[in-house]
């Protein structure tokens, strides 16, 4: 789960970083979030993890804070391994 | 003889309907552009007519790029001196099969392989790019002349916008030069190149370039609907529906008009039913400058906002940019999905660039 949180930190930090995120803290609030930042998630994701995020799963909750998206991740990793 | 060759060739592309128009057109250097081999030969002479087909071809949008087996310098140094260097993006002057000069000019300039056509004297080459690259269109040199009369070199109408395409296009590789070699955010990068992007009502001068898109467009695009000049300007005049197209300059030039939208306005909510981007702005973040103009207005007219989305292999971004803007699927109409937002959170426009609404 560290691990987890901690590659989606760095990843993060590329477009936040004139600030240090919370893992609480709603990205998506933070301001302008565009598609290309998006998409660039998504793929990082999908990549690194070696999952693929569904249509259904693109949901802002999914993604808004560092935590929401480490449980996202888990969980799809789980399903993976339940295979 | 070749003439009426040519224009029975065309009477029969004709019938047979649309022909896939090309994008870009690749060369050939030896006894393609100039009679004789440049190794063999330092003094060769441009062949006849070569230079007048490449200007016209320039003049219609197209873009040009080379793929020779020869010494890059030598090479790119003869075109200097012909006067012709400027023409040629991606231009791939190396050992490598030609297949993979093909890949890779398709792939710095972004757009499908298929969009391509290849001109080269020797029929090994020819074949060779074919067997690799089923869709491209592989022209032998020697009927050189025929070329400007083909209907996949015709593009149905010649924009602003195309006659100075290769232009952009050579700003565009000036841009992500800089931006590959800077080292903070993105958006920091962004906010350097003081970008305008303008969003403004389908005048009558834009139709063309308006149909353009929507042909041209696969990436960046929602749905895919194609419209005619008929069509757009009959939306344009229409009570019921919001057409309107964008445009985006920065520091280093324009991007050209590079955004379509079409939205019908229903009593309860409004239906977007296009959204379309040019793949060259695809790192501006200006399509959701866009979507969010949309959000904003509907918002404002107390409308809900419902969007069509149809999937093909490639513009699965499009999808992601409805779900981050907070879009959420509501019905599916065979291949269509139909999606849904309650616009409680319209984002700002962002600080990185200057938006400009023209009513």
Not at chain 2, 116 to 131: C, M, N
Request: hydrophobic content about 40%; glycine content about 4%.
């Amino acid at each position: 789960m560290e691990e987890i949180k901690g590659k989606i930190k760095v990843f993060l930090s590329r477009f936040f970083r004139k600030h240090e995120l919370g893992d609480d803290e709603n990205i998506f609030e933070l301001g302008f979030v565009n598609s290309l930042f998006a998409m660039q998630l998504i793929m990082f994701l999908e990549k690194e993890f070696s999952i693929r995020v569904e249509n259904k799963d693109m949901d802002l909750n999914n993604f808004k804070t560092i935590n929401s998206t480490v449980s996202f991740i888990e969980s799809k990793m789980n399903l993976v391994e339940a295979k | 003889m070749n003439t009426v060759a040519v224009q029975e060739k065309k009477v029969n592309a004709d019938e047979k309907g649309e022909e896939k128009k090309v994008k870009c057109v690749v060369w050939d250097l030896d006894n393609t552009i100039w009679d004789g081999v440049l190794l063999e030969d330092e003094n060769v002479v441009l062949r006849d007519g070569v230079v007048d087909i490449i200007k016209e071809l320039d003049q219609r949008g197209m873009l040009q790029s080379i793929a020779s087996k020869n010494e890059y310098d030598l090479a790119m140094g003869k075109l200097k001196e012909m006067g012709l260097d400027e023409y040629f993006l991606y231009p791939q002057i190396n050992w490598n099969s030609k297949s993979i000069s093909i890949k890779t000019i398709a792939q710095s300039i972004n757009i499908g392989i298929d969009s391509l056509a290849f001109i080269d004297d020797q029929s090994f080459e020819l074949e060779e790019v074919a067997f690799t690259h089923k869709d491209v269109l592989c022209l032998r040199a020697q009927e050189l002349e025929k070329i400007l009369n083909l209907p996949q070199m015709n593009p149905k109408f010649i924009t602003e916008d195309s006659k100075i395409r290769r232009l952009m296009y050579q700003s565009d590789i000036e841009r992500k030069k800089i931006e590959e070699n800077y080292e903070g955010p993105q958006e920091e990068f962004l906010s350097t190149l003081n970008m305008v992007f303008t969003i403004s009502p389908v005048g009558d001068g834009d139709l063309q370039r308006a149909e353009e898109l929507t042909v041209r467009t696969h990436q960046l695009n929602t749905t895919g609907y194609t419209y005619s000049y008929e069509d757009l300007d009959a939306f344009r005049k229409s009570e019921k529906h919001k057409l309107l197209i964008s445009s985006l300059d920065d520091k280093y030039g324009t991007y050209g008009k590079i955004g379509l939208c079409l939205v019908e306005c229903e009593s309860e909510f409004w239906v977007l039913k296009l959204l379309l981007m040019s793949c060259r702005v695809m790192s501006r973040g200006v399509g959701t400058v866009m979507l969010n103009h949309i959000m904003s207005l509907a918002k404002k007219e107390g409308k809900r906002l419902r969007a069509e989305f149809v999937s093909n292999d490639r513009n699965r971004m499009m999808y992601v940019t409805f779900k981050f803007a907070g879009f959420k699927e509501i019905d599916q109409v065979g291949d269509m999905v139909i999606l849904e937002n309650d616009l409680e959170h319209v984002q700002a426009f962002p600080e990185y660039l200057e938006v400009k609404i023209i009513e």
